[in-house]
T-cell receptor
Framework: DSGVTQTPKHLITATGQRVTLRCSPRSGDLSVYWYQQSLDQGLQFLIQ???????AKGNILERFSAQQFPDLHSELNLSSLELGDSALYFC????????????FGSGTRLTVV | QKEVEQDPGPLSVPEGAIVSLNCTYSNSAFQYFMWYRQYSRKGPELLMYTYSSGNKEDGRFTAQVDKSSKYISLFIRDSQPSDSATYLCAMRGYGKLTFGQGTILTVHP
């Protein structure tokens, strides 16, 4: 167990729907990162939060949004889902910014049908 | 062109072989270099990290960085079936980690 908790582990939903993925960072970690992993694109950075504030954005679609709450857990919201959004979504955390490596959760496998 | 290039393999070797995994990169801003290991249905876990050019050894694993050539390598000595996983290189610059595609490694008994 890495200490980063992601729920749910699996999610199957229909096109056009909206889902929320949840992440609890490792105890003491202030920074949360979201990544999308698909077979053809590999691990793609979506967005980073630090202590409740958005710090960096990657290739995140406008249909996707995220936030980090005062208790430091984070949620990734995916709306108007398309078949191509099917992927593994990982959350990672680190104690602070500028840390060389992250601790990853086990991911949420999203299947859009 | 991707910032980080990594041959996805797959790579299949017999137990006991020396494995060489490589990545090239194009962004000179990358300062920290890491290797992650990802088992099936799990999240990536940090295996090794290096900052400067040269070698860093940890047990059966050696990470090598050549900044002048923008090339990093991971060597696994005496490979074991338990080393079978996807290995991702990662590089840090401008506050974010950029990952390679990952190389699928299978070590067969």
């Amino acid at each position: 167990d890495s200490g980063v908790t992601q729920t749910p582990k699996h999610l199957i939903t229909a096109t056009g729907q909206r889902v929320t993925l949840r992440c609890s960072p490792r105890s003491g970690d202030l920074s949360v990162y979201w990544y999308q992993q698909s077979l053809d694109q590999g691990l793609q950075f979506l967005i980073q939060y630090y202590n409740g504030e958005e710090r960096a954005k990657g290739n995140i679609l406008e249909r996707f949004s995220a936030q980090q709450f005062p208790d430091l857990h984070s949620e990734l919201n995916l709306s108007s889902l398309e078949l191509g959004d099917s992927a593994l979504y990982f959350c990672a955390s680190s104690p602070r910014e500028g840390v060389y490596g992250y601790t990853f959760g086990s991911g949420t496998r999203l299947t859009v049908v | 062109q991707k910032e980080v290039e990594q041959d996805p393999g797959p790579l299949s070797v017999p137990e006991g072989a020396i494995v060489s995994l490589n990545c090239t990169y194009s962004n000179s801003a990358f300062q920290y270099f890491m290797w992650y290991r990802q088992y099936s249905r799990k999240g990536p876990e940090l295996l090794m990290y290096t900052y400067s050019s040269g070698n860093k050894e940890d047990g059966r694993f050696t990470a090598q960085v050549d900044k002048s050539s923008k090339y990093i390598s991971l060597f696994i000595r005496d490979s074991q079936p338990s080393d079978s996983a996807t290995y991702l290189c990662a590089m840090r610059g401008y506050g974010k980690l950029t990952f390679g595609q990952g190389t699928i490694l299978t070590v067969h008994p």
